[in-house]
Each structure stands twice: as C-alpha cells, then as structure tokens.
C-alpha cells in the first residue's frame, strides 16, 4: 500500500519516470490482480468493522464456536465471537504494524545508506563494517526478549521490527548512491553551487526512491509475518484486541473442534503476504531496468 | 585465507560480546528480576538470594563478571533451574535443535534445489510458472499456520507420529517437515534466479560451442556459480534452524533451545538468555564463515582478504 501510493500518486517534481513505472506494471496482469486484491482487503478492514453488526469483543456464550453460516459468515470462536469482525480488525493491527513498522525501517536503512555512500571514505567504511557486524546478531531473539520482558508495549515492537529490518536497505541505497554520485548531473549541480545537503535531498534521494519502494513492498509482508510470530508466540498484540497472528494462535489451539478459526485468519494473512509479494516482484520488474531486459 | 579467518575471528568475538552485553541490558532496563516473581517470598530472603548471585551489586559489575565468566567458559548458574550452568541447558537442549535443525535443511535443498533447476531449466514454460508460482505461494506460508496443520493432519488424525513432544526417536520428522517445506520454497527461487543467470553467462556459451553436453554444462559448470546466492542465503538460515525454531518448537512443544529461550526471557533468566544468545550469534559467524570459504572453494573468481 505504501508502495502503491508512491506509485500511483507519482512524485510531484518527477512524474515522468514513476508514471512510466506505473505503466509497465498496468500491463502486468497478476501485479495488478494483486493491487486490486490489496486494495480490497485494506477497504473491507478499514470501513468493513462498521458494517458489521458485531464488534470486536463481544462475547455470545450461546453461540460458541458455531459452524459458518448466515448471521456469522466465518463462524464464531471459542467466547462466541463473531470470527469475521475480528478478522477484519485483526487485519488493521496487522497491516499497520506492517506498514509502520516498514516505514520505520526504510528510513533509517535511506538516511544511513545515502550518508554512508555520498560522504564516502573512513565514515563509510566504519559504517559498513557496522553492518557487517550487525548481520551476525541474532536479531529473532532480541525481539523476543525485548517483547517478553517489556511486553504489551505496542510503539516498541513497531520500533523494535523497524530497527532490524534496515540492514539491506541501507546496502541497496549505498550501491546506489555510489552509483550516481559521479554522474554529470550531480557535478552540474556543484559547480551550480549546491551544498551536500541539496545534493542529498533533491538530487539523490529521489533516485534512490524506486529501489526503496521495491525493498519497501518486500519488507512489508517479512515485517507482517513477524508480527504474527510474535503474536503466535503470545508476545505480541494482546487479547481481547486481535492481529492475524493471535487469531491464528486461537485457530490452532481450537483446530481439532472448531478448524474454521484457523481456516479463516490464516486464508486472510496468506492471501495478503502472497498480494505482497506479488506486487513486489510487479514492482521490482517496473521500477528496476535492469530486470526489463529480460521480461520474465 | 588464515588473516581472512584470523580476521573474522576477531569480529566474531567483537559481536558475541556486544550480544551478550545487549541481551544483559535489555533485560536489565526491564523493570524486575528474576526473583520479584516468586510470591511468598519475604523480602530478606530475596536481598539474600539476589546478594548470593550479586544481583546487588551495579550493572557495570554484573556485567563485567558474567562477561569474564562467558570468556572463560566458566559458564554461570541459572537462576530459574537450581543447579544447572548454562552449558549444561545448552548441551541439553541443542541436540534436539540440532536434530530438527539438521533434517530440515536437508529436505529443504533435496526439494527446493531440484525445483529450482528444474524451473530454469524450463524458463517460462509450464514446469516453470507451476514451480514459481508454488514456490511463491510456500515463502508466504508461515510457520504457525503450516504447523498446526501438519499437527493435526499427521499427528492427531493419521496418527502417524507424536503430534507433539520430544519421547519417539521418529519425533524430528512433523517439525523438520514443516520447517524444510516452508524453507524450500526460498530455496527453490534463488535456485533457479541463480541458475538462470549463470547460464546467460559468456563462459557457459563457451563451454557450449565446444560441444560439452547439456547435462555437463549444467552440472559441471553453471551450478557451481549458481548456488552463489542459495549459500548466502544458506548460511543464516542453516544456523537459524540447528539453533532452533521458536514457533516450530513451540507448536510441537520440543525441548529445544528455542523454547529455552522464549522461557528464559520470560522469567528474566539473564544468565542463561545471555548465553543461549551468545550461542546463536556464534554459530551465525560460524555458518557464515563456512559460506565465505565454501564460495572461495566453488568460484576461483573470488579471493578471500580481509576487508
């Protein structure tokens, strides 16, 4: 979605190259089946809760566990919850901790790789021998602990994901950026009297932006799944309030009685990441040249 | 090649030590220790048990001496279960990480590698748009949805196998299943991402225009560059999965180190998450290493010097 309104929105200053993007990836049909499919799913969990006549957390001890049919389309759950309602909030957690979590991500993995590419040198080797470090942590367990000894924390496990998922981003933008900073324009640029910071911002930035979007659209569905780990693991969102992941983790404890509460959510958060990533790979042939030429 | 691995040795020991000092310091801005939960506990009795492990004492101490400890392999006690040192958890619970770990790479690069070549080999026809568009479909599977499933299918209703827990010897197959299922779907697409662009490569029209068979130049020549990018891939994941699963483990209930884990932090065990942390990170500089060498070893391309 965020790669999407990048894209579709088309920046302001360049609108040559991202609607020429946009064009290409009109004409790839499962791309687009995926936008459509995206869309659909951020609308129905965005306005779907107030149509709905049930809400989150309310409980039907007379209904438990019921089979799917006309008053509750997906059934409902262990405490007589209707599984479609909570589905459809669940997918607003999910999707918003991916997408925050996503941007948190890309903007430290944008200022660090511009930083470290453009300015060059000791710094840059420094701040890649400081990735390189960073590679051989064993980032699942930090966010684990920092989930289960402060837990419930929501701000903290957007800040926590984003925190780890910066590493390659920062590497694509700095390839990138050592790429173009030779180029004629940004020496046209200097001797027009631009400083360093013009140069970073105008100049640069926005050329690095199509690769962002791409790793961006990528990073999402890998931030959603994480969430779902954790979540699963019972270190994430809390109850009564759901994600994909806790549902999921109900489904599973239920799935001997009741398979419909696994069957649903996960349904949902497979569609969803395969849309992702789908969309990811339309964007990747869009945005990236390179991968043109062959048009697989 | 011994500067390159002297080097990496040194940035080794570099990140285990700020693993463990990053594990102790999360742990320790949390508020609690691991005593505060135990109820009934009058307060001498928890200064006294928290002077016994010199949990008294400031931060900068304690870390320090878990820090010497760890160095020397003098390996410290765990708090929550009386009478056992950290090594003695981890030898404990890595044969079983191990075992699933183990299996599960393999069935990973016997399905996935297979499916990959198979794919580049037939680029954009059938065999390949099915095999993609599975292998798209398995990398968006997560491990709790597969998991559960593969629980209830083959453990609780074929019942073929314990549907969880760590008693049969045949206990490693439902989770290195789900685990090398859900692993080869990657595998499969940088197999054949890899394999394809190899094959574009001047040196294999070389090869081709001297009249080596098909068979040869795929086996013999391409494949060697090709599973460049599958070995980076590799190495994180092979150490990811001996090091234990944490959904995987926690789904079939297997006392492995991933679970260790997830309880340790959960009952602020510091000696004993510092340490299993301190595990995981070295074997990810292990795994990593041995990618770097292997590569050195597939493609006379690359020399290895220390950065």
Redesign the interface.
């Known amino acids: 979605m965020k790669a999407n309104g990048g894209n579709a929105g088309g920046a302001p200053k360049s609108p040559g190259p991202w609607k020429a993007a946009w064009i290409r990836l009109q004409r790839q049909r499962t791309a687009m089946w995926a936008l459509g499919f995206l869309a659909l799913v951020v609308a129905l969990c965005v306005g779907g809760p107030w149509l709905s006549p049930y809400t989150e957390s309310q409980q039907n001890l007379d209904h438990v566990k019921e089979m799917p049919g006309w008053s509750h389309w997906m059934g409902t759950d262990q405490l007589g919850r209707d599984v479609a309602t909570r589905i459809l909030f669940g997918g607003r957690v999910s999707l918003l901790v991916g997408v925050v979590a996503t941007a948190v991500a890309m903007v430290i993995g944008v200022v660090y790789g511009l930083i470290s590419g453009f300015f060059g040198g000791r710094l840059d080797s420094a701040m890649m021998?400081l990735i390189?470090?960073l590679?051989?942590?064993?980032f699942?367990?930090?966010i684990?602990?920092?989930s289960?000894?402060?837990g419930r924390n929501f701000i903290l496990l957007f800040v926590a994901i984003g925190a780890v998922e910066w590493l390659t981003t920062a590497r694509v933008v700095r390839a990138q950026v050592l790429g173009l900073k030779h180029q004629e324009f940004i020496l046209a640029s200097r001797v027009c009297g631009a400083g360093s910071g013009h140069i970073l911002l105008r100049h640069l930035l926005p050329n690095v932006m199509g690769q962002v979007v791409i790793y961006a659209s990528l990073t999402v569905?890998g931030v959603m799944?994480l969430e779902?780990?954790l979540s699963?693991?019972g270190?994430g969102v809390q109850p009564p309030s759901s994600s994909w992941?806790v549902l999921?983790?109900e489904?599973?404890s239920n799935?001997?009685t009741a398979?419909w509460l696994?069957f649903f959510p996960?349904v949902f958060?497979?569609m969803t990441?395969?849309a992702l990533?789908?969309l990811g790979?339309g964007l990747r042939d869009a945005l990236d040249p390179k991968t043109n030429r062959e048009g697989? | 090649m011994i500067r390159f691995i002297l080097s990496r040795l040194i940035?080794?020991i570099?990140?285990v030590t700020?693993?463990i000092s990053?594990?102790f310091l999360?742990?320790k801005?949390?508020p609690g220790g691991p005593f505060s939960k135990e109820r009934n506990m009058p307060a001498y009795v928890q200064e006294n048990l928290e002077r016994i492990y010199g949990l008294d004492q400031p931060w900068y101490v304690q870390l320090g001496r878990n820090l010497k400890s760890f160095a020397t392999l003098d390996l410290p006690v765990s708090f929550r279960l009386k009478g056992w040192t950290v090594g003695e958890i981890i030898a404990q619970g890595f044969p079983v990480s191990l075992t699933v770990g183990g299996w599960a790479l393999l069935i990973s690069i016997l399905i996935g590698v297979p499916a990959g070549a198979l794919a580049a080999l037939r680029?954009?026809q059938f065999e390949d748009r099915a095999t993609m568009a599975v292998a798209?479909?398995g990398?968006?599977?997560?491990?709790?949805?597969l998991?559960?499933?593969v629980a209830?299918f083959f453990g609780?209703k074929l019942r073929w196998f314990n549907a969880s827990g760590w008693y049969d010897s045949s206990d490693w197959v439902l989770p290195a299943m789900t685990l090398g299922i859900i692993c080869s779907a990657a595998v499969a697409r940088l197999t054949r991402s890899g394999l394809?662009e190899t094959l574009l490569q001047d040196y294999v029209r070389t090869a081709r225009a001297k009249g080596v068979a098909e068979k040869m130049i795929v086996m013999r020549h391409a494949f060697r560059l090709a599973c460049m990018p599958l070995l980076n891939y590799l190495g994180?994941l092979a150490a990811?999965l001996v090091?234990g699963s944490?959904?995987t483990e926690?789904?079939f209930q297997l006392p492995g180190l991933g679970r260790q884990?997830?309880s340790s932090?959960?009952h602020?065990d510091y000696t004993v998450?510092m340490g299993?942390?301190a595990f995981?990170?070295v074997l990810?500089?292990v795994f990593?290493l041995l990618v770097d060498i292997l590569q050195a070893w597939l493609n006379p391309r690359i020399r290895l010097k220390d950065?």
């Open positions: 021998r390189d470090i590679y051989g942590f064993p699942m367990a930090f684990i602990l920092i289960a000894v402060f569905p799944l779902g780990v699963f693991l270190l992941g999921i983790q489904g599973a799935m001997e398979p696994l996960g958060f497979v990441l395969l990533n789908t790979d697989s | 940035q080794g570099v990140v700020a693993v990053i594990t999360i742990m801005a949390a680029a954009g798209t479909l990398i968006c599977i997560p491990s709790f949805v998991g559960p499933l209830l609780l394809r994180p990811g090091s944490f959904v926690t789904v884990f997830i932090a959960l602020k998450a299993l942390a995981f990170a990810i500089v990593n950065s």
